[in-house]
C-alpha cells in the first residue's frame, strides 16, 4: 500500500485516523476524499496544513466520474471508507441522504476498486447493524437486524461489500465498531453535544430514562483497530472493534458533569428516540485475536475529550453557531419545551 484515500476524511473518526496515518507510515500517502456535508470541516485537518504526504479532494463518493478520477489522479491502491450519513437522529427526520451515501455511495467505491484493481477497501461499519442485545453481546455471524434508518443503510452497505467479494473476489474488510468519542466530533452525538452544552450552562437533554447502554470506544482506539484490520485483517471477513467499556447514558451523562464540576440539574428527561435501541455489546475475540487492545481508559480518555472541546472553543464554537441552530431548535425544541411544561 502507498496511496490511500480515506472516504470521509474530514469527519471526526476520519481525520483522526488521517492523523494517525501519517504518523505511523511514514511511507503512505494520504488522499481524503470528501463532499463536506454539514459533518465535513476543513478545520479537522487544519494541522495538518502543508504536510506533503496529504492531498485533499472534495467530492461525493456516489459521484461515479469524480470517484473514478480521484482514482486515477492520484494511482489509488487502497481505499478505506469512512464517507456516511452518520448520525441516527437524522436519519429519523429524513432518511434520503442516508440511502444515497451509505448504500449507493458504497456501491461505486466497490465499482472503482474492481475497475482499479485496487489491494484492500476497508469498510468503517457499526455496531448498530445489529439491531439491540439484551444479554451477552453480538459475534462477527449474528445475524444483522437494523432498527434505525441509518443503521440499516450501514448494513445495507455490508452487504454489498460481503457480496462484491463473493462474487467478484475482491479483496474487502469490514470493522463493526462501537461508540466512539474524542477530539473534532460534530456536536450532534451525546459526548460532544453534552460536554459542549456543558460548558455553556445548558441543559443536556437525556432521552428516556437514560437506562440505555452504549460500549464506549476512543477514537485513537478506533484508529489503531481499523489500522490492525486495513493491514492484517482476512480477506471478506468482519471484525467487531469495541471498548468493552459498557455504560448507561445516565452514567456517561454524570460523568460528564462531574468531570466538568457542573451541577446534574443541567440534566433534562426528553421524550425518547423513535425505535431507540436499549443495549449494543461486542464480541471482540477475532479481532483480539490479532493482537489488537484498546489502550485508553474509559474514564481517562473521557477526561482528556473533555479538556479538548474546553480548550478548542474556537473549533466547535463556530458550528454551534450556524446551521446546528435549526436542527437543534428541530430535534429538541419541542421536547425541551414539553419536559419544562411537566416539571
Ligand atoms: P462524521 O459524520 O463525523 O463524518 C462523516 C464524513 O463523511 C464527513 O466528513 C462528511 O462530509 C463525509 N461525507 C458524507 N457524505 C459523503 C459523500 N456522499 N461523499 C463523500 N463524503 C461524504 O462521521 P464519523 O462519526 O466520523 O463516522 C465515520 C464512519 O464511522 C461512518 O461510516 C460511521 O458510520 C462509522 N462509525 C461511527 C461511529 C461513531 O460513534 N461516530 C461508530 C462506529 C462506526
Ligand atoms: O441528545 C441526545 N440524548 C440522548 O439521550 C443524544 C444525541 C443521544 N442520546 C442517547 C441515544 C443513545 O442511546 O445517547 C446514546 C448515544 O447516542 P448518539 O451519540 O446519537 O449515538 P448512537 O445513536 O448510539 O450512534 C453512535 O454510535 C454508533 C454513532 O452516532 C453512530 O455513527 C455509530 O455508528
Redesign the pocket.
Known sequence: MKNILV????????SNFVRYLLRKYPQYNCIV?????Y???MDNLRDLGDDPRYFFVR????DREEVDKVMVDHSIDSIV???????VDRSIIDPDAFV???VV?TCVLLDAARKHSIERLHQ????EVYGSIEKGMFKEGDSLEPNSPYAAS?AGAELLVRAYHETYGLNTVVTR????FGPY??PE?IASLFITNAIDDHPLPLYGDGTQVRDWLYVED?CSGIDVVLHEGQAGQVYNLGGGNERTNIIVTKLILELMHKPESLIVSVQDRPGHDRRYALDCTLLHSLGWHPVHSFEDAFEKTVSWYRENEWWWRDIKSGAFKEYYQQQYGDRLRASAGVR
Do not use: M, P, R
Not at 472516504?7 to 476520519?14: D, H, K, P, R
Open positions: 472516504t470521509g476524511g474530514a469527519g471526526f473518526i476520519g476524499y470528501d463532499k463536506l456535508t459533518a465535513g470541516n467530492g461525493d463518493i456516489s471508507n469512512f464517507a456516511a450519513e452518520s448520525h444515497q451515501t451509505d455511495g468503517v461499519s457499526t455496531d450501514k465498531g462501537s461508540n466512539t466530533q460534530y452525538k478506533h
